[in-house]
């Protein structure tokens, strides 16, 4: 038996994919190749190059490798891209779930782990999150991710009398950074990490959006967790439901006191040697001062803990990160 991971020739997805392997889990890959690389899959695991959004090629990968359970990381993953091209996010999120529900049960699958997000909160009126925590996502993508939550729940409400009720939970996070592997970085051009390397690259300072908010350098405060940790917690979720465990409905990745954005700038200009100097700039519109998730509850259930210092998180994505 084996587990799929939708999106696994993405930069978390592959993370997740290895992270299974090293439990000693089969992992088999199913991808579009629309923003995943297949150069991040390793050799010897199945690849399915297919969308989610595919029925019957997702059921066929599902029966051909004897899939016992599903992460699913497949997605439209940028939230200010989603703004601009809402109907293709929600194709792809909230279709490609849907299609993914369906296709899990014709072939009689019944475990599955979400990759959600904690943008399903929008901006909440307190700095640090909970799973009780209101959802009021601002975005196109942070609603696509919770409508995914809403068809897994529905989902788990119908089938839970039949005789292959689908036990699912959904993980949620912020800025995933960091990496564990020298052939795998983020690949993303509208991520934090990558922008900032792009900027020092090309001999272009790296710039703070604001020095004027209520923390304690002044600088907005945000979660950052290690991709590889995500990927643990991912593998544990998917280990307690092969084990007949109830999860939560929901739970939050979250380091609970959260880094400055000067604390990653200076990790970066650490990591990297670069002499060129951080710049102060204005305020972005819109940007809360500081926006963190509890972790509690996953680091009870699903071994989440923050394995990595800032310093570590930046210096092992500068490590991977493509230099020319």
């Known amino acids: 038996m084996s587990w799929l991971v939708t999106g696994g020739a993405g930069y978390i997805g592959s993370h997740v994919v290895r992270a299974l392997a090293g439990a000693g889990i089969a ?49 439209y993953k940028f939230a200010g891209e989603s703004v601009k091209y809402p109907l293709h996010t929600y194709e792809q999120n909230v279709d490609g779930t849907r299609v993914l529900l369906d296709a899990i049960s014709a072939a009689g699958v019944t475990k599955l782990v979400f990759s959600s997000s904690a ?21 196109p993508y942070g609603e696509s991710k919770l409508i995914g939550e809403w068809l897994i729940r ?41 922008k900032v390397f792009a900027r020092i690259v090309d001999g272009q300072p790296p710039v703070i959006a604001g020095t004027d908010y209520p923390t304690a350098d002044g600088t907005c405060v945000r979660d950052y967790v290690h991709v590889q ?50 710049q102060e700039g204005p305020r972005r519109p819109g940007d809360p001062a500081s926006i963190v998730a509890k972790g509690e509850l996953a680091a009870r259930d699903l071994d989440w803990k923050m394995r990595y210092s800032v310093d570590e998180m930046v210096a092992s994505a500068w490590a991977a990160h493509p230099k020319a």
């Not at 050799?43 to 359970?69: C, H, M, N, Q, W």
């Not at 689908?166 to 996070?173: C, G, N, Q």
């Not at 990496?179 to 690949?187: K, R, Y």
């Not at 917690?233 to 954005?261: I, M, P, R, W």
């Open 27 to 75: 992992p088999v890959v199913l991808d579009d190749l629309s923003t995943g690389l297949d150069k991040f899959i390793p050799s010897d695991v199945p690849f399915v190059r297919a969308s989610i959004l595919d029925r019957g090629e997702v059921i066929a990968a599902l029966k051909d490798y004897d899939v016992t359970g599903v992460i699913h990381c497949a997605g």
């Open 119 to 139: 943008g399903v909160y929008g901006t909440p009126s307190t700095a640090v999150v909970t799973e009780e925590t209101g959802t009021f996502p601002e975005s």
């Open 154 to 194: 529905d989902q788990v409400r119908a089938t839970a009398d039949s005789e292959a009720p689908l036990k699912a939970t959904s993980l949620r996070y912020f800025n995933v950074v960091g990496s564990a592997f020298l052939e795998v970085w983020d690949a993303s051009p509208h991520n934090l990490l990558p």
């Open 229 to 278: 940790d995500l990927a643990i917690s991912h593998v544990a979720a998917a280990q307690a439901l092969d084990k007949g465990k109830e999860l939560e409905k929901v739970y939050n990745l979250g380091s609970g006191d959260g880094s400055s954005v000067r604390q990653i700038m200076e990790a970066i200009v650490k990591a990297t040697g670069t002499d060129l100097p951080i």
